[in-house]
């Protein structure tokens, strides 16, 4: 087996580190990830200059683009067999609800997903980071577990696992997306250049939350495993659409 590893947090993050390590027990690994923190990058190509894949000390490949080009790149040319799946992660923080659109981490994997290659995005839901280890072996499990029952049909899974020692977790359960509060308002500040500059705010916090959201599984200490699609038709507005073009 052939997986493809990247992420949004970098080609040096710790917790592509482990996933590596992990997965190695189990696939043939190929690590194509961004050279620096594209962490918001989304579904993002680079269309308007090349870009450059450069090798690491450690074996992996990082690439001067976004995640979305890693994958990209990787899947039609960069590598010589196609992977048999592509998975993104270990990102350092959740990747929930409204998190998804904006998420290089899941726009890694969805990338694949478009390519014909199944595809998970990971995401360790907290910013400390302490328990990585937890994160890659959900993962392993949940890698073996396609291999043995493989799902019929396009597969795009979104993980995110409690940042808890494995022995904590109680469980993994499917969900859907919860939604967020909209976000904080826009941080002002004047540089030492005596300009004014904005920071984007913060994620608002969870808005539904309730039972058989994602939110609501971490929250309980289980893994969240969502699965996602791309079609963003409002399939329930195409008949009012048509009444309203006859108004």
């Not at 916090?205 to 309980?220: K, R």
């Given at each position: 087996m052939r997986i493809l590893l990247s992420n949004d947090d970098g080609y040096f993050s710790p917790g592509l580190a482990r996933l590596a390590e992990v997965l190695a027990s189990v696939a043939e690994i190929t690590v194509v990830a961004p050279e620096r923190d594209r962490s918001g990058a989304s579904n993002s190509l680079t269309l308007d200059r090349p870009l450059e894949v450069k090798r690491s000390a450690n074996g992996f490949l990082f690439v001067n683009g976004t995640p979305t080009d890693c994958v990209h790149l990787a899947v039609t040319g960069l590598l010589d067999h196609l992977p048999d799946m592509v998975v993104s992660g270990i990102n350092l923080g959740a990747n929930m609800g409204d998190d998804t659109i904006y998420s290089g981490t899941v726009a890694a994997a969805t990338e694949g997903y478009l390519l014909g290659v199944p595809a998970l995005a990971v995401s360790l839901a907290s910013k400390a980071g302490k328990h990585f280890d937890t994160a890659a072996r959900v993962?392993?499990?949940?890698?073996?577990?396609?291999?043995?029952?493989?799902?019929?049909?396009?597969?795009?899974?979104?993980l995110n696992v409690p940042d808890l020692a494995y022995d904590e977790l109680r469980g993994i359960e499917i969900t859907r997306l919860g939604k967020r509060h909209k976000a904080e308002p826009v941080i002002k500040e004047v540089n030492p250049r005596k300009e004014t500059v904005y920071w984007?705010?913060?994620?608002?916090?969870?808005?539904?939350?309730?039972?058989?959201?994602?939110?609501?599984?971490?929250?309980?200490?289980?893994?969240?495993?969502?699965?996602l699609q791309v079609d963003l038709t409002h399939v329930?507005?195409?008949?009012?659409?048509r009444d309203w073009l006859k108004r």
């Open positions: 993962t392993l499990e949940m890698v073996e577990r396609l291999q043995r029952v493989p799902i019929s049909g396009p597969v795009l899974l979104n984007v705010g913060p994620a608002g916090s969870a808005q539904d939350a309730g039972e058989g959201t994602d939110f609501y599984a971490v929250a309980a200490k289980r893994v969240s495993v969502t699965p329930n507005q195409i008949p009012l659409m």
